[in-house]
């Protein structure tokens, strides 16, 4: 409609006086109205647009009718109210024109106009309020939409907002975890480093007994073994978490797996006068494992234990199978694990609060190596406490290997007691004192032995002294121990010269390539004299 109250009416009547004189009582009445005189003129019309109203006359010309015609108005597509003027009062068309929405009848009569006017006015009004309502609805669904598209834009808002809270707060816990890791890697460093300078001092003092001396021996050994396992460590998580462990399976029996972990930690366990029961079921049980990693596993579980318990306790040690699964219990008198630390006593850098009697050390991360070489195995590892005060109990669960189908496990041969021979041994170590004091050890065995600081020196050290085996570092100054190694083999009487990796670097990638670069060996500073003294005898031998 125009406005709200002018519409434009078009009168199908084929007798124009009477289309006239209703014309102009709706111009009067404040409409615009127009004329057809056929139902094709009306139709055509309509076609064109702006039409609010029909008055249809039912008797047209043409054999049509007003209703036939306001029925081709629909199936064309257009929604226009219709008011048929009649003068019949046939019950069956009124009852079609119904069916066919027609709003209204005018009957032909002397009164007709002033019948008409206000049937205008009030199908008019009956159109506009039905099209307010339905613009309202409309509205009133647009703005439910709308609300609630802003609802779920709130909640979905909320719930970002919390992710990104609780994402900044893991940030925190990360960042916070990682600042107390260096400092207690820089605590944990510090600590043998303290009881080794002060060793170096007495052994300085030519006073010193002989007894005093031994002692002095022992415990910067044992010292130097504990920063040994730190590094260690650390080398270990890096490569689990980059993928870069490989795990050397075969056959192994679950006793062998315990016995390597118990002499591992028994020095701990002795050292705090407790007890340790092991029970392993009698028979074979077999594992498709890596022996060290899973006594790597185990001697964790046990360190663990002897630590966070007072002086004098016990640790009892189970295993058997069950199912197709080997399960290895180890349960301690300890001070047991706090509720709320259970789910993250395997997350990395954790450490649950001790009393000061227990304060043992360590950077967090032995569980986390534990519960990563375990799922390697294809295994899990579950820890039980009933809460502080109150022990602990760590649950290790292994496929087993069908005993119709497992092979008899390899031994390891055990060089230890074998004196290595007399070799001529090259040491090429840029640091001074690791090349010196190397050479010393390898010349107290009975070595003859020469020491130089870079590759330079080593080829022109070796051209006379024609070394049987050569110990490289990798990191020389002037070159690398890879090119070097290659120099030396391709020197007159040097072809037959055992080289070895002597290096800081321990990845297996670096294995690898030391392999390929020729290297019989590669051993990784600080060397395990025992290691390194099996090593010449196995040289010796081939």
């Known amino acids: ?55 249809l006359d039912q008797r047209l010309p043409s054999g049509v009718s007003g209703l036939q015609l306001y029925e081709r108005v629909k199936t064309a597509g257009f929604d226009v109210p219709a008011i048929l003027a009649t003068g019949f009062s046939d019950e069956a068309t009124l009852l079609q024109a119904l069916r066919a929405g027609v709003r209204d009848f005018v009957p032909k009569t002397a009164d007709y106009l002033n019948y008409l006017v206000p049937a205008v006015e009030r199908v008019l009004k009956e159109v506009r309020t039905e099209r307010e309502l339905a613009e309202t609805r409309a509205s009133a669904r ?9 609802e779920a834009e709130i909640a979905e808002r909320k719930s970002a907002e919390k992710e990104r809270e609780k994402a900044q707060q893991a940030l925190r816990d990360a ?65 689990i978490t980059r993928g870069k462990i490989e795990l050397r399976k075969e056959p192994i029996e679950l006793a062998a797996v315990v016995a390597r972990a118990v002499e591992t930690a028994r020095p701990l366990i002795e050292a705090r006068n407790h007890e340790l029961a092991v029970d392993i079921a009698p028979g074979s049980l077999l594992l498709d494992g890596d022996v060290v990693r899973l006594g790597q596993v185990v001697a964790n579980l046990l360190n663990n234990a002897a630590k966070y318990m007072e002086p004098g306790g016990r640790i009892w040690l189970k295993g058997g199978r069950e199912g197709d699964k080997v399960v290895l219990r180890l349960r301690d008198a300890g001070i047991g694990i706090a509720p709320e630390m259970l789910p993250q006593i395997f997350d990395l850098f954790t450490q649950a ?10 950077l967090g991360i032995g569980l986390t190596l534990v519960r990563r070489l375990v799922e390697m195995h294809g295994g899990k590892v579950e820890a039980h406490s009933d809460g502080l005060g109150r022990g602990s109990e760590f649950v290790v669960i292994l496929p087993a290997l069908p005993e119709t189908n497992a092979t008899t496990p390899k031994r390891e041969k055990d060089a230890a007691g074998k004196a290595a021979p007399t070799r001529r041994v090259l040491v090429v170590d840029d640091n001074v004192d690791s090349a010196d004091s190397m050479a010393e050890l390898l010349r107290v065995w009975g070595h003859e032995v020469q020491a130089v600081n ?5 080829l022109a050290a070796a051209s006379v002294f024609r070394p049987g085996v050569a110990l490289l570092d990798i990191d020389l100054p002037d070159m690398s121990g890879y090119e070097l190694a290659r120099q030396l083999r391709a020197r007159d009487g040097l072809s037959g010269t055992a080289f070895v990796a002597l290096t800081g670097y321990g990845q297996d990638e670096d294995r690898r390539r030391s392999a390929e670069a020729g290297f019989r060996a590669h051993l990784v500073k600080p060397v395990d004299p025992e290691a390194l003294r099996r090593l010449l005898a196995t040289l010796a031998d081939g």
């Not at 703005?143 to 598209?149: I, N, S, V, Y």
């Not at 609060?353 to 360590?362: A, F, R, Y």
């Not at 870079?454 to 080593?458: E, K, L, V, Y």
């Open 1 to 55: 409609m125009a406005s709200d109250q002018r519409a434009t009416v078009l009168i199908v009547e084929d007798d124009l006086g009477v289309a006239h004189l209703v014309r102009a009582r709706l111009e009067r009445a404040g409409h615009a109205a127009e004329t057809a005189g056929t139902a094709e003129e009306g139709m055509e019309r309509v076609r064109r647009g702006g039409v609010d109203l029909l008055v």
């Open 142 to 150: 647009e703005a439910l939409g709308r609300q609630r598209e802003l």
């Open 175 to 239: 960042d916070r975890r990682k600042d107390e890791f260096l400092a207690m890697l820089a605590h944990e460093l510090r600590n043998p480093l303290a009881p080794i300078r002060n060793a170096l001092e007495i052994l300085k003092l030519s006073e010193a007994s002989p007894v005093i001396q031994r002692q002095t021996h022992e415990m910067m050994e044992r010292q130097v073994q504990l920063m040994v396992r730190l590094v260690d460590d650390l080398l270990d998580v890096s490569r």
């Open 353 to 362: 609060d001790h009393p000061p009697s227990l304060s043992q050390g360590g």
């Open 454 to 458: 870079n590759g330079s020196a080593a």
